[in-house]
């Protein structure tokens, strides 16, 4: 008997207890940006690292390390104090024992992103208005009397051919007859250019690249990043990203400088959003284009760039945008003790951007800001959920 439908009912077996624990742990997936998406060819499927378990079986005996109790004694004796095994080493070190492992989950793209949906509690986002291109493409809908032997269509032709035979009195049933086809009856498909409107969205990323982001921020950038990719990229046809870095000025640059790159020079917020917004009138004009913006910072700022920064916000970026962002990341550097004691007053304070927001754009509906701790993998599904809660 073959043994191919036992893999197969094993297979499936697994793979919902896998489904399972993925949903049980998703958010910890997702905090600790576990999850890849893997392009091939026209389709994406979902990575995720399990770890590993083992599908429960029945099985003979006992195992090694379980006995059987014999001897003198009755229940609840006291046994003395427990032997240490003579080679247990410190507390600190390294067992001899097998470590655990990561088995990778292969989930279909349409299955991740309902878990995703579910257990974010996201609502679907609602393209803003007509803000969409038209993108032309080629539809085989019609029939042409010329064309390739590659694009016959088989069908067509052969009724064509009878219909040919008949007026020629050639085809007579029940009596068998031999159809011929002649290049006249010849049908071939053929297609036709067609406009079809896409709901197209940008977003811009901006993050500061002073000295007080290090390594730790630009990882829950990159986490955070990766998550917003996803959710955006299922909600459009098309999703174009913008990366922004800015210290005392702003420059447009790659992915992988975006997540790397450390500048180490003073914070000029405002110029981040001038950037954006040149951008934006240049490549991403409004009447087409979804706009998001996400700025993650730690709140530093020049307390001379406060008001124009608030300006810069309010009078070109909110105009224009289906939803702004802020994410406040929290990590304190320690020569800013130093530098608060010094008594200077040209720095302001962490949170100096996100009081800015909250004082004077709270309760804009297309504003939302968060905090972030660096070491709290739930504040970033947090996050996800203060920026896409409005369906925006």
């Known amino acids: 008997m073959s043994r191919l439908p036992r893999i197969i009912e094993d297979e499936r077996e697994f793979l919902d207890m896998a489904k399972g624990k993925i949903r049980k742990d998703m958010k910890k997936y997702l905090g600790r940006g576990q999850i890849r998406v893997r392009r091939r060819g026209e389709g994406k499927s979902i990575e995720i690292p399990v770890e590993e378990f083992e599908i429960p079986t029945f099985r003979f005996g006992f195992p090694p390390d379980m006995f059987i109790g014999q001897g003198d004694g009755e229940q609840g004796d006291d046994l003395g104090p427990v032997q240490k095994p003579d080679d247990e080493g410190d507390e600190k070190s390294a067992g001899p024992g097998h470590g655990g492992r990561h088995i990778i989950v292969d989930l279909p793209e349409h299955e991740f992103e309902k878990m995703f949906q579910e257990i974010l509690e996201l609502p679907r986002i609602k393209p803003k208005g007509d803000r969409s291109v038209f993108e032309e ?125 450390n500048w180490g020079g003073g914070t000029i917020c405002s110029t981040a959003l001038e950037k954006m917004h040149a951008i934006s009138e240049e490549r991403f004009p409004q009447s087409q284009w979804n706009i998001y913006g996400v700025y993650l910072s730690d709140g530093f700022n020049f307390s001379s760039d406060n008001e124009k920064f608030a300006e810069v916000l309010r009078e070109k970026i ?75």
């Open 137 to 261: 493409r080629q539809k085989y809908s019609t029939i042409s009397h010329t064309g390739p032997m590659s694009l016959l269509y088989h069908r067509r032709t052969f009724l064509k051919a009878i219909q040919h035979a008949i007026a020629l009195g050639e085809f007579q049933p029940p009596e068998k007859s031999t159809i011929l086809v002649y290049p006249k009856d010849r049908k071939f498909r053929s297609y036709q250019t067609i406009r079809e409107p896409k709901n197209n969205a940008v977003v811009f990323y901006k993050r500061d690249g002073s000295g007080s982001m290090g390594p730790a921020e630009r990882e829950i950038v990159s986490r955070l990043v990766a998550l917003c990719d996803f959710w955006l990229s299922w909600n459009y046809d098309k999703l174009e990203t913008v990366f922004i870095i800015h210290d005392g000025e702003a420059y447009e640059v790659t992915r992988h400088e975006f997540f790397n790159e």
């Open 318 to 392: 909110l105009p224009m945008v289906n939803q702004f962002n802020y994410g406040q990341i929290q990590a304190m550097r320690g020569w800013f003790s130093a530098y608060e004691g010094s008594g200077s007053k040209t720095f302001m304070p962490p949170g100096t951007i996100g009081k800015i927001i909250k004082d004077k754009f709270g309760d804009v509906e297309n504003v939302a800001q968060t905090v972030i701790q660096s070491e709290d993998e739930e504040s970033l599904i947090t996050a996800i959920r203060v920026f896409f809660s409005k369906g925006n």
